[in-house]
């Protein structure tokens, strides 16, 4: 009897150091480099999933967070508000209040989100982002932050379809928007006064975000929809023309691909080529 007891106690032992060992394994699969990337975004932050799920967390963070920041020319900061505004437009609510700290951590301010959040409305729909509001609400308000922000709005009833109008042909030039206005059929010609007045008068005139920037997150948004294409090679050549390059372009579709896939990414990248032939 004695001896029973005693290899059960052994056994015991073994296993419980046979789970250490694993645990220990573990923890050293993630490349430095990923954990230090990971920890400037949520230093000290302990994983869920990292304990149920080790082996989707050490092939995601060592591609997420090493092997895909290793290609191309965006800064920390412009990365993850690409990233922000792909999770709207693909609701992912619970990834994008996870990022919304990351976020806020690396220098993205409240106004800065707020507007990620603001841009999104034409391209996405209030009824899609309304649950990102309150969530960005909330967040703000745990640090600290007084709401409402200051407002960032550049028009008025009076200006914003004149305003709107302005931008939209700078962005695009004024050839592609007067040839859209004229093409129009006269019973679809209120679509292009609403493009121009709400779309750009309402939103994209605001301050907060540099046009480049708003150009830029609006790409990720197209993208990460999914059956934009049309619009999303539209926003390609708005991207080029407010600086934005083919390089800066394939960058964000790169470091999009862990949260939007394969398909959507492989789509953008067809579209980039098209309108951008290498």
């Known amino acids: 009897m004695t001896n029973v007891i005693l290899l059960t106690i052994i056994a015991t032992l073994l296993f419980s150091y046979d789970n250490q060992l694993k645990a220990q394994n573990m923890k050293s699969v993630i490349t430095e480099t990923a ?6 975004l949520f230093p000290n ?6 304990i149920t799920d080790p082996e989707l967390i050490e092939v995601f963070d060592n ?9 191309g020319n965006l800064d920390t900061k412009t990365r993850v508000m690409a990233i922000l505004a792909s999770t709207i437009a693909s609701q992912a609510l619970s990834e994008y209040k996870m990022m919304l700290g990351g976020a806020l951590n690396v220098g993205v301010t409240p106004i800065e989100a707020k507007e990620i959040l603001y841009q999104s409305v034409p391209y996405v729909g209030i009824s ?15 640090r ?3 709401l409402p922000l200051k407002g960032q709005s550049t028009t008025t009833r009076d200006t914003r379809y004149e305003n709107g109008l302005a931008l ?42 540099d046009i480049k920037t708003r150009e ?5 948004m197209l993208l990460s929809l999914g059956g934009c294409e049309s619009q999303l090679k539209g926003h390609i050549l708005g991207n080029v023309n407010v600086g934005n390059d083919k390089e800066t372009l394939l960058s964000v579709v790169t470091q999009l691909i862990p949260y939007v896939g394969y398909p959507r990414a492989l789509n953008a990248i067809g579209c980039l080529n098209e309108v951008i032939p290498e």
Request: hydrophobic residues 35%; aromatic residues 12%; glycine residues 4%.
């Open 35 to 40: 954990h230090k990337n990971h920890e400037e």
């Open 45 to 50: 932050y302990v994983s869920k999933v990292k």
């Open 63 to 71: 591609f997420a967070f090493d092997e895909i920041l290793s290609y």
């Open 128 to 142: 899609k982002v309304l649950d990102f509001i309150h969530a960005t609400n909330e967040v703000l308000t745990e």
């Open 144 to 146: 600290g932050v007084e």
């Open 168 to 209: 939209q042909k700078e962005i695009f030039g004024e050839e592609r928007i007067n040839n859209m206005y004229n093409n129009a059929p006269k019973n679809q010609i209120h679509i292009q006064k609403y493009l121009s007045a709400n779309c750009f008068g309402d939103y994209v005139t605001r301050d907060g975000l």
């Open 216 to 220: 830029l997150l609006t790409f990720s």
